[in-house]
């Protein structure tokens, strides 16, 4: 993500999270494109089989998974979760009902 830039980046912890995320994106797309088609159907070895896609994550810390769902990385944060607009006293309830939003803030 870095790629280009030089090593005094300035960008805001938000906008490379965001980034990454618009990175991501039109891949996370296809997949569930073929997984919502049902995978895809292919011969292997003569044999009609139907490929499907396995994701497997390790992120290795709490900052990688938090980058991976969206969480902020800060403890002092007033939204934990970048696309929800709930407060952290509303996420402790079990039945929350968030309200969610993609937009860039």
Same mark, same amino acid.
């Given at each position: 993500m870095s790629l280009g830039k030089s090593k005094s980046d #300035? %960008? +805001?912890s938000k906008d490379k999270v965001q980034a990454e995320h618009d990175c991501l994106r039109p891949v996370v797309n %296809?997949? +569930?494109e073929i997984?919502?088609? @049902? @995978?895809? +159907? $292919?011969k292997v070895m003569g044999r009609h089989v139907n490929v499907v896609i396995w994701i497997h994550i390790?992120? @290795?810390? $709490? #900052? @990688?998974? =938090?980058?991976?769902c969206g969480h902020m990385n800060a403890s002092s944060t007033k939204l934990p979760v970048r696309t929800c607009r709930c407060t952290s006293d509303v996420l402790d309830d079990p039945e929350a009902i968030c =309200?969610? #939003?993609l937009s860039k803030k």
């Open positions: #300035s %960008q +805001k %296809q997949v +569930k997984y919502e088609n @049902g @995978g895809i +159907k $292919t390790i992120t @290795g810390d $709490t #900052s @990688g998974h =938090n980058d991976l =309200n969610f #939003s």
